[in-house]
């Protein structure tokens, strides 16, 4: 199949309060503007130099979000442009994405991530962390981030009622939070292989990547 019929079969399955983020980490601008010319406007990447570079080279109308753990010393390079950022996960982070909106006179959407899987390797804040930060006095005083909701990844496993499990309870954290906080609309959650389940327990974004363009190496 092709891109842009990838694409098309993907967009037609999706509920309409599903955002469809196209994950075009590693795939070479040709492919991206294969799915831009079928209709996407947003993709994600895991390296902010890979996607400075796309976001340079590619029509001005895309949104481009971070999807991959981010180091704070490269915040700056993305600052100016980079319209959602999903994986944050700690305070320190926050802090310095907040500083580098500033001095671009943005104010930058972030989810925080929070850790649902088995795995140790999986970064994110638990509930308790996620909730010191959200009421900490500091973070209540900046004015350029904008926490917009919440991301997760399930464990890396064939077994659907951990993954159910895993989404769910992240599911269950979103509402407990977004009943005190407005500006919490986003629960981004779902890849490839596990996206319908995904929203099934509630996702309102899916970051599809080798469903869309292929494997990659
Ligand atoms: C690579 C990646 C995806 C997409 O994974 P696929 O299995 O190719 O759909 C989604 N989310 C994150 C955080 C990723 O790093």
Known sequence: ????????????????????????????????????????????????QEMAEKCEAMPKDIQWHMIGHVQTNKVKFMAPFVNLIHGVDSLKLVQEINKQAAKVDRVIDCLLQIHIAEEETKFGLDEQELNSLLSSSEFQEMRNIRIVGLMGMATFTDNKDQIKKEFTHLKSIFDSFAV??????????????????????????????????????
């Open 1 to 48: 199949m092709s891109i842009a019929k990838n694409i098309l079969s993907i967009q037609s399955t999706l509920p309409a309060q599903v955002t469809l983020v196209a994950v075009s980490k590693t795939k070479p601008i040709a492919a991206l503007m294969e799915a831009y010319d079928a209709g996407q406007r947003i993709f994600g990447e895991n390296k902010i």
């Open 180 to 217: 005190h906080n407005s500006q919490l609309t986003i629960l981004s959650m779902g890849m490839s292989g596990d996206y319908q389940l995904a929203i099934e327990c509630g996702s309102t974004m899916v970051r599809i990547g080798s469903s869309i363009f292929g494997g990659r190496n």
